[in-house]
């Protein structure tokens, strides 16, 4: 350890009172603080060479935001560079208006070498699985960094599915010419079912639909058992007035999954409103509380009772579903 790197942690440690595990956290606050800031991380470094028990005992099995930071570094230290950009990804998708991403190793041969498509891909969607708000200018300078590493990733080890998830993150982040490039490199590399599930995601951010339903096709075709594309195409043409259509595609999609619980709500929705059909009304109230999401379902009680003359005691019934009673 040099004489400054000493000083430096010497002084860490009497701040925090002489406790590592205080250190740690003290150091993780100000990388979020800058996280392009390359001092916080030799410290980290230093720190762990000099009480290596006591900084794993602060990050095992991490829970707080600041140990998924630290936890990250570490891991890229320790040449996981899989788990480190998990890690990362976590940080970012709970707390995108830091720019996390421009931390000094993710930009470092060391990672971006070794990082796989699959890691960085699963990294990718820890992002997106939180639902971040990250369309806008700001967010997309903050996220280059990570464009860049999905770049250089897929050059060096294209895999379709993988390239195709991670062009989920440019769709949130709109840019949506980069997802669709992206999703059209993966078909250069193989064509399979989920890049044409994610292009149609973007179409549809797109506003059209037309293209959206011709990506949901060119799925069904390649996977032709698989129900949720029946539910994607039947919830389209659902959108589009056309309720009839909407309930033969669900049929089909129970042929191939008859007891799926969601499916079978839609299909009894789709039939209510196409043919006035009270009892099938009467099964989708029934079905409703089963349906695991919430806005769905009640998007699914809003169509059968549209435009439909149903009984007031049926409506009454449907609204006190939809209120959770």
């Not at 292009?199 to 075709?221: C, N, V």
Request: proline share 5%; glycine share 6%; aromatic share 6%.
């Amino acid at each position: 350890m040099s004489k400054s790197a000493s000083l430096a942690i010497a002084q860490v440690l009497a701040h925090c009172g002489g406790a590592p595990g205080e250190a740690v956290e003290y150091l993780a606050q100000a990388i979020a603080q800058g996280p392009d800031d390359p001092e916080p991380y030799k410290l980290l470094s230093e720190l762990r060479r000099k009480s290596p028990e006591e900084v794993a005992e602060a990050v095992a099995a991490p829970s707080s935001l600041w140990q998924f930071v630290v936890d990250a570094y570490l891991n890229f230290l320790d040449g996981h560079p899989d788990q480190a950009a998990l890690r990362l990804g976590a940080v970012i998708g709970y707390h995108p208006d830091v720019a996390w991403a421009s931390a000094p190793w993710f930009a470092d041969e060391r990672f971006l070498g070794a990082v796989t498509a699959a890691g960085l891909a699963d990294a990718t969607l820890n992002i997106t699985d939180h639902g971040p708000e990250m369309d806008n200018d700001a967010a997309r300078d903050r996220m280059g960094p990570w464009f860049r590493a999905i770049d250089v990733v897929c050059e060096r080890e294209p895999v379709a599915e993988a390239m195709a998830r991670m062009a989920i993150l440019l769709r949130i982040c709109g840019r949506t010419d980069a997802s669709l490039a992206l999703c059209d490199r993966a078909d250069s590399v193989d064509r399979v079912m989920f890049t044409e599930v994610v292009r149609a995601g973007t179409w549809r951010r797109l506003g059209d639909r037309r293209q959206t339903a011709a990506a949901f096709r060119r799925a069904l075709e390649l996977d032709p058992t698989n129900w949720s594309l029946y539910l994607d195409l039947a919830d389209l043409a659902a959108e589009d007035g056309d309720f009839a259509e909407a309930a033969d595609l669900v049929r089909q999609g129970l042929e191939h999954e008859p007891e799926e619980i969601t499916l079978r709500a839609a299909g009894a929705a789709y039939r209510a409103r196409a043919e006035g059909s009270v009892t099938d009304l009467d099964l989708l109230l029934e079905l409703a509380p089963e349906v695991p999401h919430a806005g769905y379902r009640d998007g699914l009680i809003e169509h059968a009772i549209g435009a439909r003359d149903f009984p007031a005691d049926r409506i009454a019934a449907a609204r006190r579903v939809q209120d959770g009673d």
